[in-house]
């Protein structure tokens, strides 16, 4: 399968059905072989809602995500932040998260919700205790007895990289914050990350999990290619008030079955192998992994969740 141009000709065959009448609301600047994008005043149509839905629940479900928190492409149909809202928004807005709890690992554990607390979810969650300068979000975090914190992908083409060795001369912290992918302290740090050496806690927390030790340097940085989901474990597991504490925590990796970068040999399946692998063998458990096609299965089996289902499968394929 040749993947984004089945799953952008999938997302146009979408708007075709349901928009027909409705051109005025796309900004079709972009490639006609790209994936439709709304204008910013239409955005909200980017959010599946239910045929009929009343005016409460339309604000509930358009309302998980703050227009103010929504990503660059938001408002393009292969957004994986407007997919997530589209699930996790109406299965919070419609009390059906208990239904992820069907979702097992091979080890027949849960994949997301094993402590019946664990059911208030929270999309764009701000984490606040990292030391981060400029707190990011986890796109679906789950508190409670059971904290999990849900990294969502659809289109990508890994998990997300640490910004240090992407800078460029012509960034303002170029010369300050610049990486070389190493672990090894560069350019007069006093620490071997960058990150650490304006506050991040990364660092502080990783030895503890991880068979990486801090303290010494690592020819390549084990976060330059597994940062995102690396930094989902720490916000799960670490408590805010910035301690380590024994308890039910774990991040999830959600991700399109289809899409090669999250199959054997892509960047992304590498990146999630790369922290398995890296983990203490009390730890493994901190990183699980779920397909969409997994959780559309579960939707389609519940009767008041089957049309979502059917949504995801018209308009995303899964």
Known sequence: MDYLPELYGQLRAYRKAHFAARDDWFDDSHSPTAPPVFKKEYGDYNVLLREGINKTERDAVVGAIP??????????MSSSQALTQSV????????????????KNVEGE?????????ARCMLEYE??????????????????GCRVAVECKLSEQDIGTCSRPRLGPK????????????YARQRNRNHRCSLSAIGVKYWDYIPELFDWPGDEDHAACPLRNTYQLVRNILAAYVRED????????????LYDARNPAFQKGGAGRGAYDAIKEGLKAGHKGLLQQCAWQEVTAILGRDGDMSWLADALGEKYGL
């Open 127 to 144: 984490v606040k205790y990292l030391g981060e300068p400029r707190s990011t979000n986890v796109d679906a975090f789950f508190s409670g």
């Open 242 to 253: 910035g301690d380590l504490k024994t308890g039910n925590a774990h991040a999830v990796l």
């Open 88 to 103: 996790f928004g109406n299965l919070i807005t419609y009390d059906k998260l208990g239904l992820l709890r069907e979702l």
């Open 110 to 118: 849960p994949v997301f919700l094993r402590d019946p607390s664990a």
């Open 67 to 76: 227009e103010k928190a929504r990503h660059r492409w938001f408002r393009s």
């Open 171 to 182: 960034d303002d912290n170029y010369e300050r914050d610049y990486c070389d992918g190493s």
